[in-house]
């Protein structure tokens, strides 16, 4: 079995034995195969379902938002990120959760598995760190590295920078990365090639709204996009409700995304939606030096006033 799964249910014995906690959330086997699911154990022999592997794409930040209860969560470096910025907008306070901290080593994009396998996969398994999955008469192996999802490539925070328990020794980070590379050569471009760019990439958009249930960030009781009175948007797939939907979002994320990646995991469409957040995550981080989710201690950029703010536009 794997060690972090080991841990992992022994703390969350010993937190709900001892009644520290009335929940531990974490991750159980999902129904398919590299997919786990969201899993709430409230007594010592429910710990004994949780896992650890490279399959917990789902941000568990997300289930925290207005909490009355003691709760327990296992967390990566992007959902302690998360938690940290629920504690930061008070949705939940610090001594009401118990940080059980896993160092990272990125989770798996079961798209890029199926893009290489093409066939229906029906077991996968995970050891020296290569993927072996199998399926109808075949059996293949891969790297891990090779299927990692993308926003884990450039992850800088894979430990989580708040905790109460780590499950092993942390991890070493990854150095030297640019994560924005990508989006700097993208603004070279002229503003009538970045509009087409984005027209295209949400021309598959279904207005599901996986995305923004996904995301840890969208706790508001009802989303502008919900809203009937007033209205503030169509509810339409049209062009232009689409784009006011995920700009408005993207904006509404602006120095809190923490690059988890759950909202581009959620979409059925498989749309790279990461390609809004991440261009104001850049921007956040150019013009005020922070990224979300590292202190408790530090307030956001966008909801404090400085009387020495370089820009003059408020004074
Ligand atoms: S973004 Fe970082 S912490 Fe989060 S799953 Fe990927 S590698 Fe792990
Ligand atoms: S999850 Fe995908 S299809 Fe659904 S609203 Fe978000 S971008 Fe659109
Ligand atoms: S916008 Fe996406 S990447 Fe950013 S915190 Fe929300 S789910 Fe994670």
Not at 84 to 102: A, P
Not at 197 to 220: G, H, V
Not at 286 to 311: F, H, K, N
């Amino acid at each position: 079995m794997e060690e972090r799964t080991k841990k992992i249910r022994e703390i969350a014995k010993r937190l709900l034995s001892e009644g520290r906690v009335d929940v531990v959330l974490g991750y159980r086997a999902g129904t398919v195969p590299l997919k786990n699911a969201p899993y709430f154990a409230r007594t010592p022999e429910e710990a004994e379902n949780f896992i650890w592997d490279s399959h917990g794409r789902i941000n568990l930040a997300n289930f925290l938002p207005q909490r009355q209860d003691r709760v327990a969560v296992v967390a990566k470096g992007c959902d302690a990120r998360n938690i940290v910025n629920h504690i930061v907008e008070n949705q939940i306070k610090r001594d009401q959760v118990y940080i059980i901290g896993v160092p990272c080593q990125g989770m798996i994009d079961p798209g890029l598995v199926y893009e290489r396998e093409g066939r229906l996969i029906e077991e996968a398994i995970e050891a020296d760190g290569r993927l072996i999955v199998k399926g109808q008469g075949f059996e293949t192996t891969m790297e891990r590295t090779e299927v990692l999802r993308q926003n884990c490539r450039s992850c800088a925070y894979r430990n989580p920078p708040l905790y109460d328990e780590l499950v092993t020794d942390p991890v070493p980070e990854q150095e030297g990365l640019d994560p924005y590379e990508d989006i700097k050569e993208f603004l070279t471009r002229p503003n009538s090639e970045r509009f087409d760019y984005f027209e295209k990439l949400i021309e598959p958009c279904i207005r599901c709204y996986a995305c923004r249930d996904a995301c840890p960030l969208c706790y508001c009781a009802v989303c502008f996009v919900d809203e009937h009175m007033p209205q503030w948007l169509g509810k339409s797939i049209d062009p232009r409700d689409k784009m006011t939907f995920h700009i408005l979002r993207a904006f509404h994320c602006a120095g809190r995304c923490t690059d988890c990646g759950a909202c581009e995991a959620a979409c059925p469409m498989n749309i790279k939606v990461r390609q809004f957040t991440r261009r104001l995550e850049m921007d956040v981080k150019e013009l005020y030096g922070y990224e979300a989710g590292l202190s408790p201690d530090i307030q956001p950029p966008l909801t404090v006033y400085r009387p020495d703010d370089p820009q003059d536009f408020i004074k």
